[in-house]
């Protein structure tokens, strides 16, 4: 928190901020239009949380104001699905095991869609000298 108020704090009065959040449903791997499996969202979504707690006290001590919020579908492109069994390698949020070999096996490209929140805040005046 000590490191996010000074990062506020930086900002001029009115100046701007923008938070972007992963959000809750989990992320799915989607091929040729249908859904492949839904992946575990939870290991970021713990991390999310607590930015978004530590975002959210800073706007009830009225050192930032919301200003506007847009909730969106990110996707992320792969050629095929080795590609993307590839890049989920060594990464906190898992693939489910049971369709490892199956995504493994899939020529065709896939993409991967999640949630996520953008928030446009900016910096009150309470913020400048502090």
Known sequence: MH?????????????????LQVIRPNPVVEAAGHAVCEIDGEPLFEMADAATAAIDALVRAG?????????????KHYANGA???SDFAGKQRRLPEPVLPELGRLA???????????RRLSAAAAVAGT
């Not at 050192?63 to 996707?75: F, I, S």
């Not at 065709?108 to 953008?118: A, F, K, M």
């Open 3 to 19: 490191v996010l108020h000074n990062m506020v704090a930086a900002v001029k009065p009115g100046g701007l901020v923008f938070d």
């Open 83 to 85: 590609e993307l069994v």
């Open 108 to 118: 065709d490209p896939c993409v991967v869609r999640e949630r996520c929140r953008l």
């Open 63 to 75: 050192l930032l104001v919301e200003q506007a919020v847009d909730d969106h579908d990110v996707r």
